[in-house]
């Protein structure tokens, strides 16, 4: 297993594993515009992407986390654990995420302390 940091992150394999956990239909050019804002953590298999964290900052005040991806198949095998262990590192601030209930133990257990309530506004992706 290999893990990198802000690596290259192909939007097709990006895509690839965001489908594996969040089916959808994603604007390919929108995708790839929003991988380069981002630091990216990936974990590669033999060089395929089998996982991906993004982090989103301003680099002064805030850092979160839009999503982490694990392939189904590669889930429970440690990789989430060492990719959020990863982001503590590189995130150049504080970092601050929303959370499913039932994930809340998992990040717990990872360090992360309950803080802020969060909330969204869901518009559709055009």
């Known amino acids: 297993m290999k893990y990198q940091v802000d690596s290259h992150v192909g939007i097709d394999e990006f895509l690839s594993l965001a489908n594996s956990n969040w089916p959808g239909e994603y604007d390919r050019e929108k995708a790839k515009a929003a991988l380069e804002k981002t630091i990216n953590l990936s974990a590669r298999d033999n060089g395929s992407l089998i996982g991906c964290l993004r982090i989103l900052t301003d680099g002064y005040f805030f850092s979160t986390i839009p999503e982490a991806f694990v392939l189904p198949e590669w889930q429970g095998e440690g990789i989430g654990t060492k990719l959020f262990e990863l982001a ?15 994930k809340e133990a998992f990040y717990e257990k ?6 802020l309530q ?8 055009k």
């Open 88 to 102: 503590k590192e590189e995130a150049p601030t504080s970092l601050f995420f929303g959370a499913q209930p039932e």
């Open 110 to 115: 990872l360090g992360f302390e309950k803080s």
């Open 118 to 125: 969060s909330f969204h506004h869901k518009k559709s992706r």
